[in-house]
């Protein structure tokens, strides 16, 4: 994102140089015209015709009278005109994204399933009743003279209330929980990184505001030297000088830049629509965009060059700028190699890792014994003396251990399941690397 906002300042500088280069130009034809013998036709070229200096510089906006100035580039100027600057908008489009609001949702869900995993550590109450009639029951086969031996009711009646408390669980709990953690923040990350695909957009629209307003001003300074142009020619036409096709020529040259304005107004109308519709707020069809800083924002402050205006023109001292890739300090390369290593993408990889392990950690716990205590109070006929035919209360408390001792290899494949799904990540990492590799040699060469 970065490369791409230097490459377009870059345009627009180089811009502004053949738009001094013109005003030069049109300067330069500003001769008088060396009276010639009365009756001798001479045919002219309209571009050879001398043109009047125009009265005002490039510095309006569109729609506006060229004395009225538009931006500047000087950063006191800017920071005392209020102007909108590519890093507010940027930031305005970043806070009213639509995926802002998702971000406390991760949170509360983030919140919720971790209060949800620790209740496995608090004792478990469940209250059970049962009624039950059986065919048969336990008798005593063996005679005892003078006693008739016991027998057990067939129908049965209980309620009972039972309660679990967990010892250890092998560090299922814990490494849910750090699971559930990172998925969250893995899923924030994610909105993090939609949202500064945002600033691509921002970019786009920001910065065709400037190169049509750019553009608009080239069109109108050759609008005005067309206009004085075809007011000489007609002059020269009605002398007999040149032949009226000339003069046709510089109509339909007016008519086409008329057109071209026309479509230009157009073009800045949407991409000033645009901008607004990013950053949530309404901007005015005149509203002051500043240039942001063309080398990494702030390596030319390392290298010691700050814009400054010339006098002539008051645009900025664009031959006082170095070329990008070739500036004696390394500064530039740095804050190329910072902007890229602070892209929330990377962070991302990060947390997709961290995820994984802490996935391969709570498979890992899936394996390991169970130990929880247990007690039951109930109140039931029969009773614990299975031969007393009478309702009776008792209880019972104890330890019991669980341990899955053979799962069909089943961990072994979620393990191999883990492992691929790293390398896809790295895979995904080393195609952006390279993606931004490939545009950071891009601008190095241009």
């Given amino acids: 994102m970065t490369l791409f906002i230097t490459l377009i300042l870059l ?22 015209v060396t009276d010639r013998p009365a009756g001798q036709s001479v045919l002219v070229h309209p571009s050879e015709m001398p043109v009047s200096q125009p009265a005002s510089t490039l510095r309006h906006a569109p729609g506006q009278p060229p004395e009225t100035g538009f931006f500047t580039l000087d950063k006191a100027q800017q920071s005392s005109s209020g102007a909108l600057t590519l890093e507010d908008a940027q930031k305005l489009a970043a806070e009213r994204h639509p995926l802002r609001s998702q971000q406390p949702l991760h949170e509360s869900i983030r919140d919720l399933n971790v209060r949800n995993l620790n209740t496995q550590y608090l004792p478990d109450f469940t209250l059970s009743a049962s009624a039950q009639y059986q065919s048969e029951v336990t008798e005593i086969a063996i005679p005892v003279p003078g006693a008739v031996p016991p027998t057990q009711p067939k129908d049965r009646y209980a309620v009972s209330l039972n309660m679990n408390q967990l010892i250890w669980d092998g560090g299922r709990v814990s490494s849910a929980r750090d699971v559930e953690r990172s998925y969250r923040e893995l899923e924030r990350q994610s909105v993090e990184v939609e949202i500064y695909k945002r600033r691509d ?29 075809l007011g000489q020619v007609k002059v020269r036409v009605e002398s007999g000088a040149v032949l009226p096709s000339h003069a046709d020529v510089l109509e339909a040259e007016k008519i086409r830049l008329r057109q071209q304005r026309m479509a230009l107004d157009a073009s800045h109308r949407t991409s000033l629509e645009v901008l607004s519709e990013l950053t949530g707020t309404e901007l005015p069809e005149d509203v002051v965009l ?38 004696s300090n390394p500064g530039v390369l740095e804050g190329m190699g910072a902007a890229t290593s602070a892209r929330p993408e990377y962070k991302l990889f990060s947390l997709n890792r961290e995820t994984l392990e802490n996935r391969e950690k709570l498979t890992s716990s899936q394996y390991r014994p169970v130990i929880s205590g247990f007690a039951q109070t109930a109140y039931s006929r029969p009773g614990l003396d ?28 979620e393990r191999q399941v883990l492992h691929l799904e790293r390398k896809l990540v790295d895979s995904r990492e080393e195609a952006f690397e390279q993606q931004i590799s490939v545009a950071e040699r891009a601008y190095l060469n241009t």
Avoid at 394 to 413: D, F
């Fill in 11 to 32: 345009v627009l500088n180089s811009g502004l140089m053949m738009q001094s280069g013109q005003t030069s130009d049109v300067a330069r034809t500003q001769q008088p």
């Fill in 201 to 229: 957009q921002v970019n786009e629209a920001y910065f065709n505001v400037l190169i049509t307003r750019q553009r608009l001003e080239s069109t109108d300074l050759l609008a005005a030297d067309v206009d004085a142009r």
């Fill in 290 to 327: 500043s240039v942001p800083n063309p080398l990494l924002y702030g390596a030319l402050q390392q290298d010691g060059v700050s814009y400054s205006s010339s006098p002539a023109t008051g645009r900025p001292d664009v031959a006082s700028i170095p070329v990008p890739g070739k500036s």
């Fill in 386 to 413: 299975i031969f007393d035919d009478s309702f009776s209360p008792w209880y019972m408390v104890g330890v019991t251990a669980r341990w899955n001792l053979w799962n069909w290899n089943k961990s072994s494949r």
